[in-house]
């Protein structure tokens, strides 16, 4: 049995990572209505494979620091928690294993020649698939 684990970072472009075993197989950005069509396929692929499906979403409800540019941060972050509801909800609706998360302060807009030394990755990566993959890398 293999542990499947996939990170979502909600978005215009989600961000999108994927691990089997600890190993990073995937790490890419899609829409996000295309996102969960490929979270749906996933968890239908480990149940017929037996394998164990755990989601983990980085969940902007939950943040409490902002930084510089607080006030135009806590505005563009209205939408990305509506995102993030929405996400639940499919997960709950989709019977769908999942944890989440408050934005990792350090973790999160990382380069990626910064990426690529962190998790030897060798793929192209954007900053919203690096971001998904933080939140699974090394579980």
């Known amino acids: 049995m293999s542990t499947i684990k996939l990170g979502i970072d909600p978005g215009v472009n ?17 829409d996000a209505l295309t996102a969960m069509d490929f979270v749906k396929a996933e968890k239908e692929s480990a149940v017929a494979n037996g394998n164990k499906l755990k989601v983990v979403l980085e969940d902007a409800r939950l943040r409490k620091w902002y930084g510089p540019d607080a006030a135009v ?55 919203h698939g690096r971001d998904a993959a933080f939140l699974i890398w090394g579980l």
């Open 73 to 127: 941060k806590k505005q563009g972050a209205g939408s990305i928690k509506r995102d993030c509801s929405m996400w639940e909800d499919f997960l709950k609706r989709n019977d769908i294993d999942y944890v989440l998360v408050h934005p990792m302060k350090g973790y999160t807009k990382r380069s990626a020649a910064d990426f690529k030394k962190t998790t030897k990755w060798e793929g192209r990566t954007n900053e």
């Open 14 to 30: 989600t961000g999108v990572a994927k691990s089997e075993n600890k190993v990073l197989t995937l790490v890419t950005s899609m």
